[in-house]
């Protein structure tokens, strides 16, 4: 079974039919998904962000598989070098984060926080920011001092980016004012 889904990872692309067809295998031999782990965190694999566009869409669509890789995840979200490797983390960093079918330890939490403040400041793509505004301000919810980060770090950056992180930055602040 993990040579089947290594040589099906290593042939994709980034095509809807071709991430879905293996996001439905995972799906129908659940075994794998420990494998498909080991490969989207396996940052020395040049292929490993093919990985991680599974690995998103099986936190959208079904999060609660991922609790028991949770742990691994955290752990290296934070190293992921590759552009697409990091917008897709950033969308399995929301999911993780927002779901009521998961409970995430005090550290977990703290992992997915530190690392979206990260992307935040750091030059990365308007996605991947998106993305952690959305998580951040979920997690304000429970922590008001994320609040008062977000809405610093928002206001600072707000003139200097995309029309697209403008509108994304004015729904989180009047979220959170």
């Known amino acids: 079974m993990k040579e089947i889904l ?9 095509s809807t039919n071709c991430r879905n067809g293996l996001r439905d295998f995972i799906f129908n031999h ?10 989207g965190t396996d940052l020395n694999n040049k292929n490993h962000h093919k ?7 099986i936190a959208e669509l079904k999060t609660e598989m991922l609790a028991p890789h949770i742990g691994i995840i955290c752990e290296t979200i934070s190293k992921y070098k590759n552009e697409s490797a990091i917008r897709g983390m950033s969308r399995t960093a ?15 939490q703290e992992k997915l926080i530190e690392i979206c403040l990260d992307w935040l400041i750091r030059e990365e793509r ?16 429970k922590e008001p001092w994320i609040n008062n980060e977000l809405k610093e770090i928002l206001g600072r950056d707000y003139q200097n980016q995309s029309s697209g992180y403008k509108v994304a930055a004015r729904e989180v602040l009047g979220k959170i004012k």
């Open 51 to 57: 990985a991680v566009w599974i690995i998103e869409m």
């Open 94 to 108: 929301y999911f993780l984060g927002t779901s009521e079918k998961i409970v995430l330890t005090e550290y977990q």
């Open 30 to 39: 659940p075994d794998a998904l420990k494998d498909l782990i080991a490969f």
């Open 6 to 14: 290594f040589n099906q990872l290593e042939k994709s692309n980034a």
């Open 126 to 141: 308007v996605a991947c920011k998106v993305y952690a505004m959305r998580t951040l301000v979920h997690f304000g919810k």
